[in-house]
Protein backbone atom coordinates (compact mmCIF):
# COMPACT_ATOMS: atom_id res chain seq x y z
CA UNK A 1 0.00 0.00 0.00
CA UNK A 2 3.10 2.59 0.71
CA UNK A 3 4.84 1.80 -2.66
CA UNK A 4 1.70 2.50 -4.34
CA UNK A 5 1.05 5.50 -2.58
CA UNK A 6 4.38 6.59 -3.48
CA UNK A 7 3.74 5.78 -7.00
CA UNK A 8 0.46 7.56 -7.17
CA UNK A 9 2.10 10.76 -5.84
CA UNK A 10 5.26 10.58 -8.30
CA UNK A 11 7.97 10.47 -5.57
CA UNK A 12 10.07 8.62 -7.51
CA UNK A 13 13.37 9.36 -5.08
CA UNK A 14 11.23 8.83 -2.06
CA UNK A 15 10.05 5.33 -3.55
CA UNK A 16 13.76 4.50 -4.16
CA UNK A 17 14.45 5.43 -0.55
CA UNK A 18 11.59 3.21 0.58
CA UNK A 19 12.57 0.13 -1.51
CA UNK A 20 16.21 0.29 -0.44
CA UNK A 21 14.85 -0.20 3.09
CA UNK A 22 12.47 -2.98 2.21
CA UNK A 23 14.75 -4.95 -0.58
CA UNK A 24 18.42 -4.67 0.13
CA UNK A 25 18.04 -4.57 4.10
CA UNK A 26 17.02 -7.95 5.00
CA UNK A 27 12.99 -7.83 5.39
CA UNK A 28 10.12 -10.41 4.57
CA UNK A 29 10.08 -8.82 1.16
CA UNK A 30 13.97 -8.65 0.43
CA UNK A 31 13.10 -11.77 -2.34
CA UNK A 32 10.04 -10.07 -3.77
CA UNK A 33 10.11 -9.72 -7.46
CA UNK A 34 8.15 -7.38 -8.27
CA UNK A 35 9.40 -5.07 -5.74
CA UNK A 36 13.41 -5.83 -6.98
CA UNK A 37 11.89 -5.14 -10.41
CA UNK A 38 10.44 -2.19 -9.56
CA UNK A 39 13.31 -0.70 -7.71
CA UNK A 40 15.62 -1.43 -10.86
CA UNK A 41 13.26 0.50 -13.29
CA UNK A 42 12.21 3.62 -10.76
CA UNK A 43 16.14 4.32 -11.10
CA UNK A 44 15.97 3.62 -14.41
CA UNK A 45 13.84 6.90 -14.71
CA UNK A 46 14.88 8.59 -11.78
CA UNK A 47 18.56 7.95 -10.67
CA UNK A 48 20.38 5.78 -13.77
CA UNK A 49 23.68 6.00 -11.40
CA UNK A 50 21.96 2.93 -8.84
CA UNK A 51 20.62 0.88 -11.78
CA UNK A 52 24.00 -1.19 -11.97
CA UNK A 53 24.87 -1.49 -8.19
CA UNK A 54 21.24 -2.68 -8.16
CA UNK A 55 21.79 -5.23 -10.74
CA UNK A 56 24.59 -6.69 -9.04
CA UNK A 57 23.09 -7.23 -5.44
CA UNK A 58 19.64 -7.99 -6.59
CA UNK A 59 18.78 -11.75 -8.34
CA UNK A 60 14.94 -12.34 -7.75
CA UNK A 61 13.89 -9.46 -11.05
CA UNK A 62 12.96 -10.53 -14.34
CA UNK A 63 16.20 -10.17 -16.26
CA UNK A 64 15.21 -10.12 -20.11
CA UNK A 65 12.37 -8.06 -19.00
CA UNK A 66 14.22 -5.42 -17.47
CA UNK A 67 17.49 -5.79 -19.92
CA UNK A 68 14.93 -4.87 -22.49
CA UNK A 69 14.44 -1.70 -21.13
CA UNK A 70 17.28 -0.92 -19.86
CA UNK A 71 18.57 -1.76 -23.55
CA UNK A 72 15.54 1.10 -24.50
CA UNK A 73 16.33 3.67 -22.06
CA UNK A 74 20.62 3.31 -23.69
CA UNK A 75 21.48 1.99 -20.31
CA UNK A 76 23.86 -0.55 -22.85
CA UNK A 77 26.21 -1.28 -19.97
CA UNK A 78 23.72 -1.93 -17.60
CA UNK A 79 21.48 -4.19 -19.60
CA UNK A 80 24.48 -6.43 -20.64
CA UNK A 81 25.38 -6.82 -17.06
CA UNK A 82 21.86 -8.13 -16.63
CA UNK A 83 22.06 -10.41 -19.62
CA UNK A 84 25.38 -11.87 -18.67
CA UNK A 85 23.81 -12.39 -15.02
CA UNK A 86 20.69 -14.12 -16.27
CA UNK A 87 22.92 -16.61 -18.81
CA UNK A 88 21.29 -14.56 -21.65
CA UNK A 89 24.08 -15.04 -23.77
CA UNK A 90 22.29 -14.41 -27.27
CA UNK A 91 20.77 -11.01 -25.75
CA UNK A 92 24.15 -9.82 -23.87
CA UNK A 93 25.83 -10.40 -27.40
CA UNK A 94 23.60 -8.56 -29.37
CA UNK A 95 24.40 -5.61 -26.71
CA UNK A 96 27.75 -6.05 -27.04
CA UNK A 97 27.64 -5.91 -30.90
CA UNK A 98 24.64 -3.62 -31.95
CA UNK A 99 24.65 -1.48 -28.88
CA UNK A 100 27.91 -1.26 -27.73
CA UNK A 101 29.35 -1.89 -31.19
CA UNK A 102 32.60 -3.57 -29.80
CA UNK A 103 33.78 -6.92 -31.48
CA UNK A 104 36.04 -6.97 -29.44
CA UNK A 105 33.98 -7.31 -26.21
CA UNK A 106 31.93 -9.89 -28.32
CA UNK A 107 34.98 -11.95 -29.45
CA UNK A 108 36.07 -12.02 -25.40
CA UNK A 109 32.50 -12.77 -25.01
CA UNK A 110 32.20 -15.71 -27.39
CA UNK A 111 35.50 -17.45 -26.08
CA UNK A 112 34.19 -17.40 -22.37
CA UNK A 113 30.70 -18.50 -23.30
CA UNK A 114 32.06 -20.95 -26.57
CA UNK A 115 28.12 -21.84 -28.06
CA UNK A 116 27.52 -22.02 -31.69
CA UNK A 117 24.88 -19.40 -31.82
CA UNK A 118 27.22 -16.90 -29.98
CA UNK A 119 29.87 -17.98 -32.31
CA UNK A 120 27.15 -17.67 -35.55
CA UNK A 121 26.41 -13.90 -33.95
CA UNK A 122 29.84 -13.23 -33.79
CA UNK A 123 30.83 -14.17 -37.30
CA UNK A 124 27.94 -12.38 -39.20
CA UNK A 125 29.39 -9.21 -37.02
CA UNK A 126 32.61 -9.85 -38.48
CA UNK A 127 31.74 -10.32 -41.93
CA UNK A 128 29.52 -7.28 -41.68
CA UNK A 129 32.84 -5.26 -41.08
CA UNK A 130 34.59 -6.81 -43.45
CA UNK A 131 36.84 -8.97 -41.21
CA UNK A 132 37.03 -11.74 -43.12
CA UNK A 133 39.72 -14.30 -41.98
CA UNK A 134 38.34 -13.46 -38.25
CA UNK A 135 34.49 -14.09 -39.28
CA UNK A 136 35.87 -17.55 -41.04
CA UNK A 137 37.11 -18.43 -38.15
CA UNK A 138 34.14 -17.56 -35.98
CA UNK A 139 31.92 -19.42 -38.34
CA UNK A 140 33.95 -22.67 -37.99
CA UNK A 141 33.84 -22.38 -34.35
CA UNK A 142 29.78 -22.07 -35.02
CA UNK A 143 30.22 -24.96 -37.05
CA UNK A 144 27.59 -23.28 -39.19
CA UNK A 145 27.64 -22.99 -43.11
CA UNK A 146 24.72 -21.53 -43.10
CA UNK A 147 25.61 -18.07 -44.85
CA UNK A 148 28.16 -20.05 -47.38
CA UNK A 149 27.12 -17.67 -50.50
CA UNK A 150 28.34 -14.40 -48.16
CA UNK A 151 31.44 -16.29 -47.09
CA UNK A 152 32.62 -17.28 -50.42
CA UNK A 153 31.90 -13.83 -51.97
CA UNK A 154 33.67 -12.15 -49.17
CA UNK A 155 36.61 -14.31 -49.64
CA UNK A 156 36.78 -13.37 -53.05
CA UNK A 157 37.18 -9.77 -52.01
CA UNK A 158 39.27 -9.93 -49.92
CA UNK A 159 41.76 -12.86 -51.30
CA UNK A 160 41.36 -15.08 -47.95
CA UNK A 161 41.39 -18.36 -50.06
CA UNK A 162 43.22 -20.75 -47.58
CA UNK A 163 40.95 -19.40 -44.87
CA UNK A 164 38.05 -20.21 -47.32
CA UNK A 165 39.52 -23.90 -48.29
CA UNK A 166 39.46 -24.57 -43.98
CA UNK A 167 35.74 -23.22 -44.22
CA UNK A 168 34.14 -24.63 -47.24
CA UNK A 169 35.56 -28.51 -45.95
CA UNK A 170 33.23 -27.76 -43.18
CA UNK A 171 30.37 -26.46 -44.61
CA UNK A 172 30.69 -29.46 -47.27
CA UNK A 173 30.03 -31.78 -44.76
CA UNK A 174 26.85 -30.54 -43.74
CA UNK A 175 25.53 -28.78 -47.07
CA UNK A 176 25.14 -31.10 -50.11
CA UNK A 177 25.93 -28.62 -53.02
CA UNK A 178 27.68 -28.32 -56.14
CA UNK A 179 28.18 -24.49 -55.11
CA UNK A 180 30.21 -25.49 -51.73
CA UNK A 181 32.48 -28.27 -53.78
CA UNK A 182 33.15 -26.12 -56.82
CA UNK A 183 34.36 -23.32 -55.02
CA UNK A 184 36.55 -25.70 -52.75
CA UNK A 185 37.91 -26.71 -56.17
CA UNK A 186 38.87 -23.23 -56.85
CA UNK A 187 40.51 -22.36 -53.88
CA UNK A 188 42.45 -25.03 -54.37
CA UNK A 189 43.58 -24.32 -57.22
CA UNK A 190 43.87 -20.46 -56.04
CA UNK A 191 46.01 -21.70 -53.44
CA UNK A 192 48.27 -24.34 -55.11
CA UNK A 193 46.94 -27.15 -53.02
CA UNK A 194 47.17 -29.69 -56.16
CA UNK A 195 47.81 -32.90 -54.70
CA UNK A 196 44.42 -32.09 -52.50
CA UNK A 197 42.67 -30.90 -55.51
CA UNK A 198 43.52 -34.03 -57.04
CA UNK A 199 42.73 -36.20 -54.27
CA UNK A 200 39.03 -34.34 -54.19
CA UNK A 201 38.48 -34.55 -58.06
CA UNK A 202 38.78 -38.19 -57.39
CA UNK A 203 36.24 -38.84 -54.92
CA UNK A 204 32.26 -38.50 -55.20
CA UNK A 205 31.68 -34.36 -55.21
CA UNK A 206 28.99 -32.05 -56.60
CA UNK A 207 31.20 -29.78 -58.24
CA UNK A 208 30.87 -28.51 -61.57
CA UNK A 209 34.57 -29.41 -62.94
CA UNK A 210 34.18 -28.09 -66.31
CA UNK A 211 33.09 -24.29 -65.27
CA UNK A 212 35.58 -24.48 -62.71
CA UNK A 213 38.14 -25.91 -65.09
CA UNK A 214 37.37 -22.98 -66.94
CA UNK A 215 37.82 -20.10 -64.51
CA UNK A 216 40.95 -21.71 -63.59
CA UNK A 217 42.23 -21.58 -67.11
CA UNK A 218 40.91 -18.21 -67.91
CA UNK A 219 43.32 -17.21 -64.86
CA UNK A 220 46.25 -18.62 -66.30
CA UNK A 221 46.18 -21.40 -63.19
CA UNK A 222 47.13 -23.88 -65.52
CA UNK A 223 47.99 -27.03 -63.77
CA UNK A 224 45.08 -26.83 -61.58
CA UNK A 225 43.10 -26.49 -65.12
Same mark, same amino acid.
Given at each position: ???????????????????????????????????????? !??????????????????????????????????????? %?????? %?? !?????????????????? /???????????????????????????????????? *????????????????????????????????????????????????????????????????????? /????????? /????? *?
Amino acid at each position: VTVKAFMTAEMPQELIELLEKIVLQNSAFSNNPNLQNLLI !LTAIKADKTRVMDYINRLDAFNGPEVGEIAVGNELYEEA %FAIFKK %FD !LHLDAMKVLLECLESIER /GLEYAQRVDTNQVWSQLAKAQLDAQMVKEAISSYIK *ADDPSTFHEVITASKAADTYAELVTYLQMARKKVKEAKVDSELCYAYAKTNALAELEEFITQPNAAKLD /GVGDRCFDE /GLYEA *A
